[in-house]
């Protein structure tokens, strides 16, 4: 009967690695370093699955790299601002300072369960105000070196609750406030902005960075440059003031100009109110009232039917001086480019189904090569870039398409009414928030000197804590008179604080900078520090923030070396992404669909290295799957044998040599497995070698057939193969072993060639693709050899039916495949 009690031994284990100051990680010169990072969570309250399956595998990466000889800093801390808290307040009347930090204190407590080599010294919590301190002296970097801005910009905003609302406050197609259902509007608000555009074109270069292609392709996308022209169209003379207005606007496909046909404006552009005329001034506020109400997904969603509203002006096209109707339609949002569009329906899919709507003209300027003047008009929008011709365009009629842009785009600059230009789709990142629970904004309104930031001396800006909390969601800093009230640092007139704070994301672009010394008090991190961990070598986490956390970090980096903070472009050098854990259902998790898993039941009941290792061997880690239940006892039952095996009186009997370099073989092959899986993020595959091992050693043991030697350098090497994955079990075998504290220290395993080498084959015979034998080879055998082997064979003779083969393939010791 097995002895291996989980719930006693880890704990146990846990103490005496706190105890002993294992996982404290310090600067050591003598061996390369290895900064590991995983992100880290929201103090939610408790730890769920989906945390341990993001967080145990990177634990064993970490581990394993230790093991591999390198300095090894795998820190861990709190994303700890957010409106959750800010929502628990309001309805279970409870500060979110204290919602937050007794959330920690319980998933710290869950973290530690772990056993993970999590060094908690350098633990840093984004909500405490050593950390925002230097979240408050970046933001003031940022405006010194010209990277932040404020201006103003729409929110979603409740009329009945008197607040802004974060997009989950929205809620249904409707867009109706969560709290009191009113419908959502929008409302302008001066805000602030990082210009994350600044640095667009180096955000597209990854030649840097070891992180995956879909990251790599959903940030290029996200960033969305496109090259082309920007032209000015004019409008003719509004009617009430006679004013005449530029439009400018952007494409990528000057070559078409010729065949816009109407413009299209944002109705939200500040220019739709002057050109309007009378006649259609309440159609056109109507229908903005309308677009403000919608999101920019759903206003660019290519199944919405396209709406619009003719605003009565009319501009004229620079390149025929043909005279085009503006409309104003939601598809064109302000955001992008200059909130303005050429339509040109024949040769594009939105244009053309809005001017088939509409009724307007599609004029064919791109002629398709298999096209001819007999197909009559186009049905739907012909948008090839490379082939065909330009067709009626005037001095560019017959130009190849291929050749259009280039020609046209030049052409327009001799007539200065375009010139080549350069868009992105990427915004500058708005960091305002009207909430309480984020760092304050450091900046102070003057009715003299306007925005001042607060000085250095006086940072950080603290949270009060005597607030009121609204239900109707209204931050109360804006009604806290202590801190609303102060005094200009330039003047000393009495002044307004800024009542935003920032955006969460903010304080998580630069959080493994502050873990390298969280009590640091000269900067946001101490230099001697960052001159040696940094940067970050090994990052995981969840594909989902690629467009945003993944950018707004590796700006946060770009903008940090020019403060001459640091000397890299980058601030992950690799990433890998995890999949997520489904339920039992195959769905997400979710309280409502009850098929939530939680870790602490697992751990109470199975221990946390059984479900450690469960986590690593159910599915591929990229990948994720659903959990099931069933399948964590095949790790159970791994660990248990684990433990019988290692603490067995392994008695030698006469041994047998081939069964001796047989269970040698496979220990050498499986360190040289295990390793690469590691390596590679493989832990699956890893686990199911170590498995495969654990047979082979249960043979040994039930046979007694095999030397002293081949059974202590298999249960050893077992043992330090299943540390990264089961740290504890294999920590308390290695000290019943006789073995030096800790195993966690020791190096890893290194195979032999020679012993790892396998002295047979078993070569596949196949006659026409199908299976016709299975012949044991020695290792090496020559291709002739192997030929001579397969035909040699009685049931391939058989199956050849006294013919000569046609063909004989050879896949180097593997099969040989006979074509009759």
Not at 123 to 146: C, H, M, N, R, V
Not at 211 to 230: C, Y
Not at 341 to 346: E, N, R, S, Y
Not at 362 to 374: C, F, K, M, N, Q
Request: with cysteine; glycine share 6%.
């Amino acid at each position: 009967m097995s002895d291996y009690n989980p719930q006693k031994l880890e704990p146990k284990w846990q103490a005496k690695w706190e105890e002993t100051g294992l996982y404290r990680q310090v600067i050591d010169h003598s061996k390369p370093k290895h900064y590991a990072l995983t992100m880290l969570p929201y103090p939610s309250g408790d730890m769920h699955i989906g945390h341990w399956y993001a967080m145990t595998p990177s634990d064993a990466r970490a581990r394993y790299m230790r093991m591999k000889g390198y300095n090894v800093m795998f820190p861990m801390g709190f994303d700890a601002f957010g409106l959750p808290a800010e929502n628990a307040a309001i309805k279970n009347n409870i500060h979110p300072q204290k919602w937050t930090y007794a959330n920690i204190e319980r998933m710290r407590k869950q973290l530690k369960s772990m056993g993970a080599m999590f060094d908690w010294e350098r633990e840093a919590i984004s909500a405490d105000p050593s950390y925002y301190k230097w979240t408050q002296w970046f933001f003031k970097k940022l405006i010194e070196l010209g990277l932040a801005y404020r201006k103003l910009s729409a929110v979603d905003f409740c009329p009945t609750c008197n607040t802004t609302l974060a997009r989950e406050q929205v809620w249904g197609d409707d867009r109706h406030c969560e709290r009191c259902g009113t419908p959502v509007i929008k409302k302008d608000l001066e805000q602030w902005f990082f210009k994350t555009t600044d640095y667009a074109e180096e955000l597209l270069d990854f030649s840097q960075i070891n992180w995956p292609e879909r990251v790599k392709v959903m940030q290029t996308n996200w960033i969305g440059r496109s090259t082309g022209a920007d032209v000015v169209f004019k409008t003719e003379p509004v009617s009430e003031t006679g004013s005449v207005y530029e439009i400018p606007i952007f494409t990528t496909r000057p070559d078409t100009l010729w065949g816009a046909t109407f413009m299209v404006m944002a109705p939200e552009h500040p220019l739709v109110d002057k050109m309007t005329t009378p006649e259609q001034a309440n159609a056109v506020l109507e229908y903005r009232a309308a677009a403000e109400r919608m999101t920019d997904i759903d206003r660019e969603s290519a199944e919405r039917e396209k709406t619009g509203v003719f605003t009565g002006a009319y501009a004229i096209n620079p390149v025929n001086n043909e005279r085009i109707p503006i409309w104003a339609a939601d598809y064109v949002l302000m955001g992008y480019g200059f909130g303005a569009i050429m339509a040109v329906p024949a040769h594009d899919e939105r244009d053309f189904e809005f001017a088939t709507k509409f009724g307007l003209p599609i004029i064919e300027v791109i002629r398709g090569p298999e096209r001819t003047d007999d197909d009559g008009p186009l049905t739907e929008a012909y948008a090839a870039k490379t082939e065909g011709r330009m067709i009626n365009s005037g001095p560019f009629t017959g130009t190849p398409t291929v050749e259009g842009v280039e020609k046209v785009t030049a052409w327009l600059e001799e007539r200065g009414i375009g010139k080549k230009a350069i868009n992105y789709r990427l915004r500058d990142w708005l960091i305002s928030r009207q909430r309480y629970w984020g760092a304050p904004i450091p900046v102070i309104y003057c009715p003299e000197h306007g925005a001042v930031p607060v000085p250095d001396e006086a940072l950080p800006v603290l949270l009060p804590e005597d607030v009121e909390f609204m239900p109707t969601g209204e931050s109360p800093l804006k009604f806290h008179e202590g801190f609303l009230h102060t005094e200009c640092p330039i003047c000393q007139k009495p002044s307004l604080r800024e009542t935003d704070t920032m955006d969460t994301f903010m304080c998580s672009s630069w959080y493994q900078y502050r873990y390298l010394s969280p009590d640091y008090d000269k900067g946001p991190f101490d230099p001697e520090e960052g001159a040696y961990w940094l940067p970050v070598d090994q990052y995981t986490g969840g594909i989902e923030h690629a467009t945003m956390h993944l950018i707004y970090t590796r700006f946060f980096t770009k903008a940090m070396r020019e403060m001459g903070l640091v000397d890299f472009d980058e601030p992950m050098l690799a990433l890998h992404n995890q999949g997520m854990v489904l339920g039992e259902d195959n769905e997400k998790m979710s309280k409502s669909r009850g098929n939530v898993v939680a870790p602490d039941d697992l751990v109470q009941k199975f221990g946390a290295d059984t479900v450690r290792a469960y986590i690593m061997f159910f599915t591929k880690w990229e990948q994720g799957g659903p959990w099931n239940y069933e399948g964590i006892k095949g790790p159970q039952r791994l660990l248990q044998d684990v433990w019988t095996m290692a603490t067995h009186e392994y008695i030698q009997g006469v041994v047998h040599k081939p069964a001796d370099r047989a269970l040698r073989r496979k220990t050498h092959q499986t360190i040289r497995k295990v390793g690469a899986d590691i390596e590679g993020f493989g832990f699956n595959t890893a686990v199911a070698a170590i498995m495969e091992l654990r047979n082979s050693i249960l043979e040994a043991q039930r046979r007694e057939n095999v030397s002293r030697e081949a059974w202590d350098e298999a249960i050893d090497n077992l043992l330090l193969l299943l540390a990264p994955i089961a740290p504890h079990i294999t920590e308390a075998l290695w000290a019943r072993r006789g073995r030096p504290y800790s195993i966690h220290q020791q190096p890893w395993p290194e195979w032999n060639v020679a012993i790892a080498k396998e002295e047979t084959i078993t070569l596949i015979a196949q006659v026409n693709g199908k299976v016709r034998d299975r012949i044991e080879a020695p290792a090496g055998t020559s291709d002739e050899a192997l030929k001579a082997l397969a035909l040699a064979s009685e049931n391939v003779q058989k199956h050849l039916e006294g013919r000569e083969p046609r063909k004989v393939i050879v896949v180097k010791g593997k099969l040989v495949n006979i074509v009759k």
